[in-house]
């Protein structure tokens, strides 16, 4: 059975960065595309990016646009996540996904979930 896991979250200074990992165990990610949603306290869950199966192909939200960005390890079934710049608002709880589409933005475009990692941003 396919799972993902995620990990890297944890409380940092606005203005500091984290990495997010995301961890396939069962199947590679090479046949799907990986996305990355937030959900903060009292709010929807909300897209923040998503990346191809080859990293060809990347798409952000514009609150996270030139902050945030993708790497691959193939042969870790890891898809990373680095957030720069990090500010307040970035408080949340991430969660990273698989589709079979092409970096699509919305949550029914995704059928598998991880559980999510906290990610808070102190002023």
């Known amino acids: 059975q396919v799972q993902l896991q995620e990990s890297g979250g944890g409380l940092v200074q606005a203005g500091g960065s984290l990495r997010l990992s995301c961890v396939a165990s069962?199947?590679?990610?090479?046949?799907?595309?990986v996305g990355w949603f937030r959900q903060a306290p009292g709010k929807e869950r909300e897209f923040v990016a998503a990346?191809?199966?080859?990293?060809?192909?990347?798409r952000y939200a514009d609150s996270v646009k030139g902050r945030f960005g993708f790497s691959i390890d193939n042969a870790k079934n890891t898809v990373y996540l680095q957030m720069n710049s990090l500010k307040p608002e970035d408080t949340a709880v991430y969660y990273c996904?698989?589709?079979?589409?092409?970096?699509?933005?919305?949550?029914?475009?995704?059928?598998?979930w991880g559980q999510g990692t906290q990610v808070t941003v102190s002023s």
């Open positions: 990346v191809s199966r080859s990293g060809g192909n990347t």
């Open positions: 069962g199947r590679t990610f090479s046949s799907y595309s």
């Open positions: 996904a698989t589709s079979y589409g092409l970096v699509p933005t919305t949550i029914e475009s995704y059928a598998l």
